[in-house]
């Protein structure tokens, strides 16, 4: 079992090395901010990823970098996290382990981090959750905010495995970082996850002055099942008539509970998100698999009008790729003004791998790009 000392290793090394621009020490200035993503970007393409073999027969178009890490979380030793109780898979490797010990095995040097990092319990119905605050070490208070939601199906995963995104939105866009952790499946049943997210972003409106945040420029991005509450986070708040956020990144959400889609197929054996998996989340995160199909889940059958401005990052090799699309197309046929962006040859959680996979550095500047614009920077 990991102890607290390695998971707060775990969290620094992979808030360090897994964004483009990160590390554990200090910086001063723009120029030193930009000799820094300059050195690092230089760095990654000196290094030459290749594959120990070939392509895996679920995904052929799989780009180099993409297959290193898996071929890389497959030696790690894990055991299929569908043959587990949930206590087992959360103990289990990540990828992102596998993307550290991929630089480590290559020597990759961390640059200097331009984020510091707080954590703080905050107050939700029936409790309390812990958020990681991300505040820029660079530039002048009030700062935009971003309230990020992990991934991990609403049953594994946590603020350290999820390090990396909201370090580097935090640098990226110059915007303080809310990190929400929340209830997870199978000790807290749907929707428990859903109701602590929206508390937490109400506290963020309500307590922007105290995080050196500008309450007027708010958005949400998450990551797969923390796509899905960021959307729901949205509708929330505009059905509860609270602040709207001003925009929205969804990275491969979970909108659909359609496993026969065709990505479903296409990718059912897929690494490191298959759709067994998808199964096993679903037997634990719900009382009945019927709920699979209420529209806080299946969010191509909620009422999406009203929502904010939204991009979507997909990612090819993916059973979730097909539903992110259709939840692309829905959101345009409510009205909401959205983008889409499908990166090729990467799979599932490959947004917070920008030092090896350059398809997420790629993403993470799109999602920066919008952010800034939306808050007018």
């Given at each position: 079992?990991?102890?607290?000392?390695?998971?707060?290793?775990?969290?620094?090394?992979?808030?360090?090395?897994?964004?483009?621009?990160?590390?554990?020490?200090?910086?001063?200035?723009?120029?030193?901010e930009?000799?820094?993503?300059?050195?690092?970007?230089?760095?990654?393409?000196?290094?030459?990823l290749?594959?120990?073999?070939?392509?895996?027969?679920?995904?052929?178009?799989?780009?180099?970098?993409?297959?290193?890490?898996?071929?890389?979380l497959?030696?790690?030793?894990?055991?299929?996290?569908?043959?587990?109780?949930?206590?087992?898979?959360?103990?289990?490797?990540?990828?992102?382990?596998?993307?550290?010990?991929?630089?480590?095995?290559?020597?990759?040097?961390?640059?200097?981090?331009?984020?510091?990092?707080?954590?703080?319990?905050?107050?939700?119905?029936?409790?309390?959750?812990?958020?990681?605050?991300?505040?820029?070490?660079?530039?002048?208070?009030?700062?935009?905010?971003?309230?990020?939601?992990?991934?991990?199906?609403w049953?594994?995963?946590?603020l350290?495995?999820?390090?990396?995104?909201?370090?580097?939105?935090?640098?990226?866009?110059?915007?303080?970082?809310?990190?929400?952790?929340?209830?997870?499946?199978?000790?807290?049943?749907?929707?428990?996850?859903?109701n602590?997210?929206?508390?937490?972003?109400?506290?963020?409106?309500?307590n922007?002055?105290s995080?050196?945040?500008?309450?007027?420029?708010?958005?949400?991005?998450?990551?797969?099942?923390?796509?899905?509450?960021?959307?729901?986070?949205?509708?929330?708040?505009?059905?509860?008539?609270?602040?709207?956020?001003?925009?929205?990144?969804?990275?491969?959400?979970?909108?659909?509970?359609?496993?026969?889609?065709?990505?479903?197929?296409?990718?059912?054996?897929?690494?490191?998100l298959?759709?067994?998996?998808?199964?096993?989340?679903?037997?634990?995160?719900?009382?009945?698999?019927?709920?699979?199909?209420?529209?806080?889940?299946?969010?191509?059958?909620?009422?999406?009008?009203?929502?904010?401005?939204?991009?979507?990052?997909?990612?090819?090799?993916?059973?979730l790729?097909?539903?992110?699309k259709?939840?692309?197309?829905k959101?345009?046929?409510?009205?909401v003004?959205?983008?889409?962006?499908?990166?090729?040859?990467?799979?599932?959680?490959?947004?917070?791998?920008a030092?090896?996979v350059?398809?997420?550095?790629?993403?993470?500047?799109?999602?920066?790009?919008?952010?800034?614009?939306?808050?007018?920077?």
């Open positions: 079992m990991k102890t607290n000392f390695s998971r707060l290793m775990q969290y620094c090394v992979a808030a360090a090395v897994i964004t483009a621009s990160v590390s554990c020490g200090n910086n001063t200035g723009d120029s030193a930009k000799e820094q993503k300059d050195s690092i970007s230089k760095e990654n393409k000196q290094v030459d290749k594959p120990a073999g070939a392509a895996p027969a679920w995904g052929p178009s799989i780009k180099p970098e993409m297959q290193v890490v898996i071929e890389t497959g030696k790690l030793g894990g055991k299929p996290i569908e043959t587990l109780d949930a206590k087992e898979a959360r103990q289990q490797p990540t990828p992102t382990d596998a993307v550290l010990t991929v630089m480590k095995n290559n020597d990759m040097t961390m640059p200097p981090a331009l984020c510091d990092t707080t954590g703080q319990d905050i107050p939700i119905t029936g409790g309390t959750t812990h958020v990681r605050i991300y505040t820029p070490k660079e530039g002048t208070a009030p700062f935009p905010v971003i309230v990020y939601y992990h991934g991990g199906g049953v594994i995963a946590d350290d495995v999820y390090s990396a995104s909201p370090q580097a939105l935090c640098e990226q866009v110059g915007a303080v970082v809310v990190s929400v952790e929340y209830p997870h499946a199978p000790e807290n049943k749907f929707p428990a996850a859903h602590a997210a929206f508390d937490a972003y109400k506290w963020v409106t309500q922007t002055a995080i050196k945040g500008d309450s007027s420029k708010i958005a949400l991005v998450g990551e797969s099942a923390g796509g899905n509450m960021a959307a729901n986070v949205s509708i929330m708040a505009r059905d509860k008539k609270i602040r709207m956020p001003l925009y929205q990144v969804l990275v491969y959400p979970v909108a659909n509970n359609d496993m026969s889609s065709e990505s479903y197929v296409k990718y059912a054996d897929a690494k490191p298959n759709k067994a998996m998808m199964g096993w989340f679903v037997k634990n995160t719900f009382t009945s698999p019927s709920q699979a199909a209420d529209p806080r889940i299946s969010l191509v059958k909620a009422n999406l009008a009203g929502l904010p401005k939204t991009l979507i990052i997909g990612a090819e090799i993916d059973p790729m097909t539903e992110g259709l939840l692309s197309d959101l345009k046929a409510a009205d003004e959205t983008d889409y962006e499908l990166y090729n040859g990467v799979t599932h959680e490959f947004f917070g791998m030092a090896v350059p398809q997420a550095k790629e993403a993470q500047a799109l999602a920066a790009k919008k952010l800034k614009s939306a808050f007018g920077k």
